[in-house]
């Protein structure tokens, strides 16, 4: 069966340090994987995508996240953590015969100041 | 343009009563998606449109919830005797179709959710 996990409930990150926020996939097929974040009160925005091509993709706010075929894994990374990234950030993926997406249970990013 | 809109965005009922939420999808959008999110939790994938394919069903948690997309565009989602542990946010979210190509290729834009409440 398709999954994605999130291995971590919480990441709390010192201001001004890099962040990393964990993901791993398991699908059948060339995955297409997303990062989607939450902020307090708002809506889900996409962050960013892999399809095909490069392995490192960047996205929105600085972000960027690197897919590994071997480890399975699409880690969301930023090299400078801001305060205002605290947010819920969701990994999903979709198998590439199945249009359906499925969404990690999401991990809640602390920058502290 | 006008993204993903939901309605109501909050709905208070009691428990037993039946409730409808709306979907509006962003135009020329073929999937259309139902999440749930309870307080705190991720998103629990409930059903999922694709054009004319026959939908996706196998995250309604009950023969209680059910779902239409009329016309290939507004979707609802009713929930029958509602229950206390029905309360959360429902979300809905569209993308485009597989094959469109494009930058845009399955991403998913979210609508604001409708927050439901069961006494």
């Known amino acids: 069966a398709q999954s994605v996990a999130q291995p971590e409930d919480q990441v709390n990150v010192a201001e001004g340090n890099p962040l990393t926020v964990k993901c791993t996939y398991s699908?059948?097929?060339?995955?297409?994987l997303f990062w989607y974040v939450q902020y307090p009160n708002r809506g889900l925005q996409f962050l960013l995508k892999y399809i095909t091509g490069d392995n490192l993709v960047k996205g929105s706010y600085g972000f960027e996240a690197e897919f590994n075929k071997s480890q399975t894994s699409f880690h969301l990374k930023k090299p400078s953590a801001l305060v205002s990234d605290s947010a819920l950030y969701f990994c999903?993926?979709?198998?590439?015969?199945?249009?359906?997406?499925?969404f990690g249970k999401g991990t809640r990013l602390h920058i502290l100041p | 343009g006008a993204g993903v809109s939901q309605s109501p965005s909050n709905k208070v009922t009691e428990k037993g009563k039946d409730v409808e939420l709306r979907c509006d999808p962003i135009?020329?959008?073929?999937?259309l998606y139902w999440y749930r999110q309870s307080l705190g939790q991720g998103l629990e994938f409930l059903i999922y449109?694709?054009?004319?394919?026959?939908?996706?069903k196998s995250g309604l948690p009950s023969d209680r919830f059910s779902a239409e997309r009329t016309g290939g565009s507004v979707s609802t989602l009713t929930i029958q005797r509602t229950q206390q542990e029905d309360s959360a946010v429902y979300l809905c979210?569209?993308?485009?179709?597989?094959?469109?190509?494009?930058?845009?290729?399955?991403?998913?834009?979210f609508g604001p959710g409708t927050r439901l409440t069961v006494l």
């Open positions: 999903a993926v979709t198998p590439n015969r199945d249009d359906k997406i499925i």
């Open positions: 979210a569209s993308s485009l179709a597989r094959g469109a190509g494009g930058s845009a290729y399955n991403e998913q834009f």
């Open positions: 449109f694709q054009g004319n394919s026959a939908p996706d």
């Open positions: 699908v059948s097929g060339n995955p297409y």
């Open positions: 135009s020329g959008h073929t999937a």
